[in-house]
Structures are given as C-alpha cells and as structure tokens.
C-alpha cells in the first residue's frame, strides 16, 4: 500500500518548456488535489478532482491544466513554465482527511 | 477575510519537555479545523480533525484543543522527541453551499534540540 505516490521527485526546466506532473494513488479515493507551496505561504489550491473525468479550479490555476482519466491518477501539466512556477508541488486525495505524497521540487529558470 | 494565524513563527525546545502551538483563526462559517505534521523534504501528514462541537482530541503525546467562541485552537505536544522537529500547521475547512475550501495558516516550525 503506497499511499500517494508522485513524479518526478526533482525536475529543472527552462523558461518555455513544457512538464507533467504525476499523483497516483492507491486507496481508491475520489477526491484529489494538487497544491504548491512556496516560502512565506501556506498552501495553494491548483485544480482538485472529485472524480474520475471532473476536474475544477482552486486558488492558483492560472498556468495549469490538469486531467483525471483514472481514478487513481491526476495529472498536473504545465505548458509553458515560467520562473514564477518554480515551487514544491504536492498532490493529495482524500475527503476529510488529506494524505499527501512526497512532493515534487520544480525549479523553472 | 478568511484567514489563519499561527503562533509561534518558530520554537526551539529541548527533548522531552512540553509544548503548546496556537492557532487563531476568523473563517466563517467554520466546518472544522485541522492539525498537521510535515517534516522537512516531505507532504503533511494529518493529526487531528476536530468539528465545531469537539474541545479536544488527542494522537499520542499529541493534544488539540479547540474554542470555537473565541477561535482558537491549540496543539500540546507532551514529552517532546527529536522526531518532533517539524512544522505544524493549522487548517481550517469553510464550508458554505459550494464553497468548501481549506484555509492553510503558515505553520509553526519546531526544532527539537538534544
């Protein structure tokens, strides 16, 4: 039982390219969620899924796309990254109580 | 405004004695409150949830308390453990129609010193 899993763990990108970020997860949950987080800041709602095919908008979704086409995976895309993307990105699922995955560090420069 | 304010920023205490993080929050309407743990390089890990109508709830040596009339919640950690070094963060869920999202507080960073 791993929980929740995410890739890469680290990645550098160049201002322009384009990146997916994968969540998957294991307890057959149906809600997900990808945050970031960033120094002096709590944590920001990117986009979350209350299903397999749904997908809607949190705080911060400028920049992003996202897709459920499983249940158990969420993909987060970015198009075309900028330096002001770079951040620790986490996924979680769950309803009441969120469990999150390790984080994946993007640094966009 | 929504928000949730944590005290202290940081704290430095030495093992196996006691402390307690605050929590101040104004969100309204308020669903329920949430503790949580996350060590340094990983995702948070829940500790506690705790609805309107609960004062306390404990996980082992750690206690949240929770004062609805004045808004505000606290996380006692009894007999601290290096393992213990971690932020701790205070997360209030608003809950209004359509509108359930969590407000994240900034965290309290705690170092526990040998």
């Known amino acids: 039982n791993a929980g929740v899993t995410q890739t890469p763990k680290f990645r550098v990108l160049k201002t322009g390219q384009s990146m997916t970020l994968l969540c998957a997860q294991d307890m057959n949950h149906e809600y997900m969620y990808w945050y970031r987080q960033d120094p002096g800041m709590g944590l920001r709602l990117i986009h979350y899924s209350v299903g397999e095919g749904t997908t809607a908008k949190g705080e911060v979704p400028d920049g992003y796309n996202v897709s459920r086409l499983k249940k158990q995976n969420f993909l987060l895309g970015l198009e075309s990254a900028a330096p002001s993307q770079t951040s620790v990105y986490f996924c979680?699922?769950?309803?009441?109580?969120?469990?999150f995955g390790p984080g994946t560090r993007l640094l966009v420069l | 405004k929504n928000q949730v304010e944590q005290s202290p920023q940081s704290l430095i205490i030495l093992e196996g004695k006691n402390c307690t993080l605050q929590?101040?929050?104004?969100?309204?309407?308020?669903?329920?409150l949430r503790w949580y743990k996350q060590d340094t390089g990983r995702g948070p890990v829940s500790l506690t949830i705790m609805t309107f109508s609960e004062n306390t709830k404990s996980n082992g040596r750690y206690t949240a308390t929770l004062d609805a009339d004045t808004k505000q919640s606290s996380l006692h950690i009894t007999a601290s453990q290096l393992s213990d070094s971690a932020s701790y963060i205070c997360v209030v869920r608003v809950n209004a129609g359509n509108n359930r999202k969590l407000i994240w507080g900034l965290g309290t960073s705690l170092a526990v010193n040998p």
């Open positions: 979680s699922s769950g309803q009441e109580t969120q469990y």
């Open positions: 929590c101040n929050y104004t969100v309204s309407p308020f669903s329920n």
